[in-house]
């Protein structure tokens, strides 16, 4: 990206005073310079330093307004944090009112030195990076500002505030640090408190999250990562475990407007439970007898014990949520119909429970022992698992669906339970714990190998053909690309094969709908942010909106969509808050630098999760996870280091 100027990450990008032709590039910045369709970024400032995208920013009045954020967002947890802050931000005021001294530079400089050496948490130890940078690089502008000795300009739109690593890889958008730090000072009921802000369903969260938060944790630069999603589910655990009165909504039905959900997934569920505590009647409708989407028929109980799940479907209930079990939206029932009921907005929530092919001959054949992945795990929970006690099972992919079908026959008494998947073990896209738990338990994986044909004899499954590939160029996954060798065709002896490659959406339920755009992956096209679609009434979220995806993903969504559901019914633009904004301009630009030195010395290990003994596990579908005891949470939860950032963008106006 070509620059003015940067000091991000301490990599110096200094154009001043070159001809814009010859700029160098600023490879470590990638900051995205439309705000909103107002506004450009013009300038970023916080915890790595300063970017500077054009000259028109007054460096000094910029850094008295950063301060003026990080004063606000300081925790007063240690004096330097609570007392350093605020005298830089003293001195700042001063020079950009215009009664600064020079002598005040060196007493900044030295202060702001002090502070990121003895403050306690990443405030303190960040926020005076920037303006440390500012005094060496832009120190004319402050000796300009003392000699001058009247008011820096102020024309510039500033706008600020925290973030974490872990809080923007989030896409619930909670505030991790907060509710670990709750757990650590021994305040589990107020941690879930705070997760409830971002999310309903800690309890699962806490179980089946697939965690990107902990891929961007900074305790990973030191040894391992905290176990964040964990901690969640001891939150959730200790309310349930004790018999505390669990929070009622206040604004239970206030308002006469009705919201139809379709699907009670996690989209869905929590989407419904966010619109309930705006007051709205919300009902949800579902085509299966049971609750919880993809995690109720989907995961099985050894994952998420389906009375767990109930009681936070029990939650959302008291609420003031109804759910409609056994209604399919678009064949039962239309949403023109629903609409003519006088339901005044709709969240589509279906997500994806059709199998998709795997291209295998005979696949439409109607092989007996030939069973697609989600009506496998689906049927264990409806009706009954098949009968595999003794017999030998291939599941085909390796996602987390297919970690979930290799997983259940080993507790169901297989013979042998084999993966195959067309890659390597490296290009696995399924969380690596799940496949480390699948070894363990004794499921065998075959890489490299994609299937050719189903074997059959008499109409039953007997094998499955394979050809061995090996790995090209990068496809657009990222991931290389599988290319077949030639003649390498072999047999897996197997008395029953599982597909499970991936999902389709059944959209069946727009039945009667005018107006909704599809994608060329038949999911519903909606703004990104918004979640609005072109029927400006409808609004969409999880699988039938971003293809099969995780489950955090999906109450993210839903979060979001409540609130535009909200601004639709109240008259209001349906639009990102400021404060969203500012999330989107950090996602682009990072907030985890996985090569930065911490500084602390390792060492202090990662509690381990408790788990059921092995035997246990192969005989039942019992939970794996025990969960943490209150011990071991804090233990735990000690780890953190609290890495709240500060950032703030200068904006310019564009129309």
Same mark, same amino acid.
């Given at each position: 990206?070509?620059?003015?100027?940067?000091?991000?990450?301490?990599?110096?990008?200094?154009?001043?005073?070159?001809?814009?032709?010859?700029?160098?590039?600023?490879?470590?910045?990638?900051?995205?310079?439309?705000?909103?369709?107002?506004?450009?970024?013009?300038?970023?400032?916080?915890?790595?330093?300063?970017?500077?995208?054009?000259?028109?920013?007054n460096i000094v009045d910029m850094c008295a307004s950063f301060f003026d954020y990080v004063q606000n967002n300081s925790c007063g947890k240690c004096f330097a944090g609570r007392i350093g802050t605020a005298v830089m931000q003293k001195f700042l005021k001063k020079i950009a009112k215009g009664d600064g001294e020079e002598s005040d530079l060196t007493h900044l400089e030295a202060l702001g030195k002090n502070i990121l050496k003895t403050a306690k948490c990443s405030v303190g130890q960040t926020s005076p990076i920037p303006i440390l940078h500012a005094l060496k690089f832009f120190r004319e502008d402050f000796l300009t500002a003392v000699r001058v000795s009247k008011p820096v300009s102020n024309t510039t739109r500033y706008e600020g505030k925290w973030t974490i690593p872990c809080y923007y890889a989030c896409p619930t958008g909670m505030d991790i640090a907060t509710y670990i730090e709750l757990i650590k000072e021994w305040k589990p009921l107020e941690s879930l408190r705070v997760i409830r802000e971002?999310?309903?369903?800690?309890?699962?969260?806490?179980?089946?999250?697939?965690?990107?938060?902990?891929?961007?944790?900074r305790r990973k630069n030191v040894e391992k990562s905290i176990s964040i999603c964990k901690l969640k589910r001891f939150a959730w655990d200790y309310e349930d475990l004790h018999s505390i009165s669990k929070p009622t909504n206040p604004n239970k039905h206030v308002k006469e407007d009705k919201i139809t959900v379709i699907g009670t997934g996690p989209a869905g569920l929590s989407a419904a439970y966010y619109l309930a505590l705006r007051g709205y009647r919300v009902t949800v409708f579902e085509s299966l007898p049971v609750h919880g989407g993809m995690v109720g028929v989907g995961i099985p109980s050894y994952r998420v014990p389906k009375e767990i799940l109930q009681k936070e479907v029990n939650f959302i209930e008291d609420m003031?949520?109804?759910?409609?079990?056994?209604?399919?939206?678009?064949?039962?029932?239309?949403?023109?119909?629903?609409?003519?009921?006088?339901?005044?907005?709709?969240?589509?929530?279906?997500?994806?429970?059709?199998?998709?092919?795997?291209?295998?001959?005979?696949?439409?054949?109607?092989?007996?022992?030939?069973?697609?992945?989600?009506?496998?795990?689906?049927?264990?929970?409806?009706?009954?698992?098949?009968?595999?006690?003794?017999?030998?099972?291939?599941?085909?992919?390796?996602?987390?669906?297919?970690?979930?079908?290799?997983?259940?026959?080993?507790?169901?008494?297989?013979?042998?339970?084999?993966?195959?998947?067309? %890659?390597?073990?490296?290009?696995?896209?399924?969380?690596p714990h799940e496949v480390y738990e699948s070894e363990i338990e004794g499921v065998q994986y075959t890489f490299l190998t994609a299937p050719k044909r189903i074997i059959a004899e008499n109409g039953k499954v007997t094998g499955l053909e394979c050809l061995k590939m090996e790995l090209g160029e990068p496809d657009a996954s990222g991931r290389r690309r599988p290319i077949e060798v030639k003649g390498s065709e072999f047999v897996i002896p197997a008395d029953i094969v599982i597909q499970a490659i991936g999902q389709d959406c059944d959209l069946s339920v727009l039945n009667g709908v005018n107006g909704i755009k599809l994608t060329k992956w038949q999911t519903i096209v909606a703004?990104?942010?918004?979640?609005?679609?072109?029927?400006?009434?409808?609004?969409?979220?999880?699988?039938?909106?971003?293809?099969?995806?995780?489950?955090?993903?999906?109450?993210?969504?839903? %979060?979001?969509?409540?609130?535009?559901?909200?601004?639709?019914?109240?008259?209001?633009?349906?639009?990102?808050?400021?404060?969203?904004?500012?999330?989107?301009?950090?996602?682009?630009?990072?907030?985890?630098?996985?090569?930065?030195?911490?500084?602390?010395?390792?060492?202090?290990? %990662?509690?381990?999760?408790?788990?059921?003994?092995?035997?246990?596990?192969?005989?039942?579908?019992?939970?794996?996870?025990?969960?943490?005891?209150?011990?071991?949470?804090i233990e735990e939860a000690s780890r953190c280091m609290r890495c709240y950032q500060i950032a703030m963008v200068a904006l310019e106006q564009t129309v």
């Open positions: 990206m070509k620059i003015l100027f940067s000091s991000w990450n301490d990599e110096i990008i200094d154009n001043r005073g070159i001809d814009p032709v010859n700029w160098k590039d600023a490879p470590q910045v990638k900051l995205p310079t439309e705000f909103d369709k107002e506004n450009n970024v013009i300038a970023f400032i916080g915890w790595a330093g300063i970017i500077l995208v054009k000259n028109s920013v971002a999310s309903p369903m800690a309890s699962t969260l806490g179980r089946a999250c697939f965690h990107p938060c902990e891929d961007n944790c003031g949520v109804e759910i409609r079990y056994n209604t399919k939206v678009g064949k039962d029932i239309t949403i023109p119909q629903l609409k003519e009921q006088g339901y005044k907005a709709f969240y589509i929530s279906t997500g994806a429970h059709l199998s998709k092919k795997m291209g295998a001959e005979g696949e439409d054949a109607g092989y007996d022992g030939f069973i697609k992945g989600v009506d496998y795990l689906r049927d264990c929970v409806t009706t009954k698992c098949y009968t595999v006690k003794g017999k030998r099972v291939i599941v085909v992919g390796g996602g987390n669906v297919a970690m979930d079908c290799c997983r259940t026959p080993v507790r169901l008494g297989a013979e042998e339970v084999i993966v195959v998947y067309r %890659r390597t073990k490296k290009e696995l896209p399924a969380d703004d990104p942010h918004t979640f609005q679609t072109d029927v400006p009434w409808i609004f969409t979220g999880g699988d039938v909106f971003n293809g099969p995806l995780t489950i955090v993903d999906a109450c993210g969504n839903a %979060r979001r969509a409540a609130e535009s559901i909200d601004q639709y019914l109240s008259n209001k633009p349906v639009s990102l808050s400021v404060p969203q904004k500012i999330d989107k301009v950090i996602k682009v630009l990072g907030a985890y630098n996985k090569y930065e030195k911490i500084g602390i010395k390792s060492g202090w290990e %990662r509690v381990p999760m408790p788990t059921i003994p092995m035997d246990e596990r192969l005989n039942s579908f019992e939970e794996v996870e025990t969960g943490y005891s209150l011990e071991q949470a």
